[in-house]
T-cell receptor, first 112, second 115 residues
């Protein structure tokens, strides 16, 4: 089955700096890659996603890049703000859209 | 995106008892999923629940321990049976987005503590 690895496990940045979280996947059949943000005491919230026919997608301060050859994808947050502090999860799914394989999570701390 | 609610939001239970968690969606959805998130950990899929059919369980999860109902396209329940302290977790339901069901939206979660 699919295996998704996520790094780093924790990330601390100064407000205004950029943050990058990286994930790798093992199954070349995976073709959908969502990112979720989970704030303390809440459920995961979908923040951006990308499909395998696209190399990059951007939504305001958030962008995701995908390298199918290397089987890795990354979340980029620019101009970080304290409210970006949360745990971020990447996931991958493939021919069986029903099943998501999640990374281990990255705890992002944005210092004011 | 769908609006998803879960009840209860949290509970403290005694070992050996059972708790039923409800998941309600504001629109009809084909796929509903139940996850467990142990403290500080990632999400682990328990089972997939389709309306009108038996739930499909992932390896390590069995129907006797986690019975699931899916009576219609907007509602599902997960029961955690004969609980032990190891069942203390956040339990999350999610729904397929419809159409290609290629994304999932999560409910707020149920925080369960077993003493």
């Amino acid at each position: 089955g699919e295996n998704v690895e996520q790094h780093p496990s924790t990330l601390s940045v100064q407000e205004g700096d950029s943050a990058v979280i990286k994930c790798t996947y093992s199954d070349s059949a995976s073709n959908y890659f969502p990112w979720y943000k989970q704030e303390l005491g809440k459920g995961p919230q979908l923040i951006i996603d990308i499909r395998s026919n696209v190399g990059e997608k951007k939504d305001q301060r958030i962008a995701v890049t995908l390298n199918k050859t290397a089987k890795h994808f990354s979340l980029h947050i620019t101009e970080t703000q304290p409210e970006d502090s949360a745990v971020y999860f990447c996931a991958a799914s493939g021919y069986n859209f029903n099943k998501f394989y999640f990374g281990s999570g990255t705890k992002l701390n944005v210092k004011p | 995106s769908a609006v998803i609610s879960q009840k209860p939001s949290r509970d403290i239970c005694q070992r050996g008892t059972s708790l039923t968690i409800q998941c309600q969606v504001d629109s009809q959805v084909t796929m509903m999923f139940w996850y467990r998130q142990q403290p500080g950990q990632s999400l682990t899929l328990i089972a997939t629940a389709n309306q009108g059919s038996e739930a499909t369980y992932e390896s390590g999860f069995v129907i006797d321990k986690f019975p699931i109902s899916r009576p219609n396209l907007t509602f599902s329940t997960l029961t955690v049976s004969n609980m032990s302290p190891e069942d203390s977790s956040i339990y999350l339901c999610s729904v397929g987005s419809g159409g290609n069901t290629d994304t999932q939206y999560f409910g707020p979660g149920t925080r369960l503590t077993v003493l």
